[in-house]
């Protein structure tokens, strides 16, 4: 059946406004991608958005007038923008700033959290202190932090209370996270041949039967972090006669040797993290 000229427009006007879909959709992928090359706050840009305008309006021939293009291309260029600003908030809720190395407990706890919460593909940012962690939420470079706050062996974690005292936050959530302590070293030696041990403080206190038993002819010096204890001792920094007490991920992040598995003292040692965000004013 022939169709009439009104339908053989309209078939033409359709397929015209499905390769605009194709088109437009193309933009917002390219506008997408020019987040990677801006600085945070700057997806607005007024002198580029009205340099695209004139050139546009210089383009066209009509029948739509000037007008009418401006229009148009501002709401496009608006939405655009919108979906920038919208991928920035997703990509900043899949930011979390952990109070550790790589390698360290609140790392665990943090990828634990992901899990549990499906957040895929997290960017995660090390923060040896707890102030450290609130410092990235006040800049608006992470929109979750991850610290820990207590322990059953080792109490509270006072640098955790003290940094949250000084902010607005709210938990959001929190992470029972299994810990389990080793000792290690360098290379393998005499348990006698180990002069100094180096940890976090809570660390410490979690594997004090140990310590007092095994290593009561040791130095125990207090770090901010068992995976910067791990790190610096294999760049070299505390010597051949030190150990660190810190997770065995950190013996294989850091290629260190497992010199004795599990000294904490509960078998099931678990530390509670809090997950929190920074309080929207009101």
Partial sequence: MKLNP????????????????RLLNQRAQKALQTLEHKE???IYAPGREKMVLHNLVQHN????????????????????????????????QRTIAVQGLHASFSEGAAMQYCRDQNILSPQLQYHVSSESVIQSLNNHQASIGIMAINNDQGGLVEETIAALNQESYQVIDTVAFLVEQNLLTQANCDQNDIKTVYSHSQA????????????SHCKIVEVGDTALAAKQLADGHYGKQAAVIASAKAAEAYHLII??????????????????????ST
């Fill in 40 to 42: 945070k706050d700057s």
């Fill in 204 to 215: 410490i206190r979690q594997c004090q039967s140990f310590v007092d038993s095994k290593l």
């Fill in 61 to 92: 021939h009509g029948p739509l007038s000037q007008r009418a293009i401006e229009n148009i291309f501002t709401d496009i260029m608006h939405e655009c923008r919108h979906l920038q600003y919208q991928s920035q908030k997703n990509n900043q």
């Fill in 259 to 280: 010199y004795h598995p599990k000294i904490q003292n509960l078998e099931n040692n678990i530390t509670i993290f809090l997950v929190i965000q920074k309080r929207e």
């Fill in 6 to 21: 009104i339908e053989t427009i309209r078939q033409h006007i359709d397929q015209i406004d499905q390769e605009l879909i």
